[in-house]
């Protein structure tokens, strides 16, 4: 499917690594100018090497800290007057910790990076996404939202909230043309996710293979699903093709997520 983003321009925050990094290369591929933008100076030219060899074409990376209203201010001045005609929001984080070892700071600093920094993403970035005339904002969640799970209590609560923000957007962006929305994943074999599982080896003193089996044991198809079968997802929803979808939670889990 062409998903109609030739000469159109794509912002993915937090494209260095993971699923942020799968989207910026389907969207080079589909012919759309991208920018990718982290805070790690090393990890951004080292994604934008790999997007070059896959794609045939580099995108233009950027450091910006989304947590830093400097740093965003200073992204939004290299613009320039440009319009954007996507944004992704795919920065974000999770803390493992029973809900009892939690301190106020672990909560304000989650709250921070995921919730906060993708506000002031988004108030950034609304000129450009207006100036484009049909904007798409997609937010990067998560299936906890919805299906909470234990010892993940701050990413389960942020991230319903990423839901909520995606959900307010869609209504009251709509008239000026901008759909939003967001994308859940399930367990999928991020960086993120394979740290967890290096961490859940040394702790329990099991292989990495007997963590991920186990993680697997209650998803339908059995495995975890991978950075580009999320960011297909992402980027059909960044897309023109995309045009009548807003609002809207889109969860892929492989099944593992029960509710109606």
């Known amino acids: 499917m062409d998903l109609g983003m030739h000469g159109r321009r794509a912002l993915v925050i937090g494209g260095s ?10 969207l080079l591929r589909e012919g759309a100018s991208v920018l990718i933008a982290g805070r790690d100076a090393a990890r951004l030219d080292t994604a934008s090497e790999t997007l070059r060899a896959q794609a045939g074409t580099a995108p233009e990376a950027i450091l910006c800290d989304q947590s830093d209203p400097a740093s965003l201010a200073a992204l939004v001045a290299h613009l320039g007057g440009e319009p954007l005609h996507a944004l992704v929001c795919a920065a974000g984080g999770s803390r493992r910790s029973a809900f009892e070892d939690l301190s106020d700071e672990a909560w304000l600093e989650n709250y921070e990076f995921n919730i906060l920094g993708t506000v002031r993403a988004v108030r950034a970035f609304l000129p450009a996404l207006r100036r484009a005339g049909d904007g798409r904002v997609v937010l990067l969640g998560a299936v906890s939202a919805r299906q909470p799970t234990a010892h993940q209590v701050v990413s389960n609560v942020h991230k319903a909230g990423v839901l909520a923000l995606a959900k307010t957007l869609a209504i009251e962006l709509a008239p000026d043309g901008i759909a939003v929305n ?36 209650d998803i339908p198809m059995r495995r975890f699903g991978t950075a580009e079968e999320v960011a297909a997802m992402v980027a059909f929803l960044a897309a023109p093709v995309a045009a009548y979808v807003t609002g809207q939670g889109v969860a892929v889990d492989g099944g593992w997520q029960r509710g109606v």
């Open 182 to 217: 967001s994308v859940s994943p399930g367990r999928a074999l991020t960086p993120l996710w394979q740290n967890r599982a290096a961490q859940m080896s040394r702790d329990e003193g099991i292989p990495e293979a007997e963590v991920l089996a186990r993680a697997s044991a």
């Open 17 to 26: 690594s993971g699923i942020g990094l799968a989207t910026a290369g389907l």
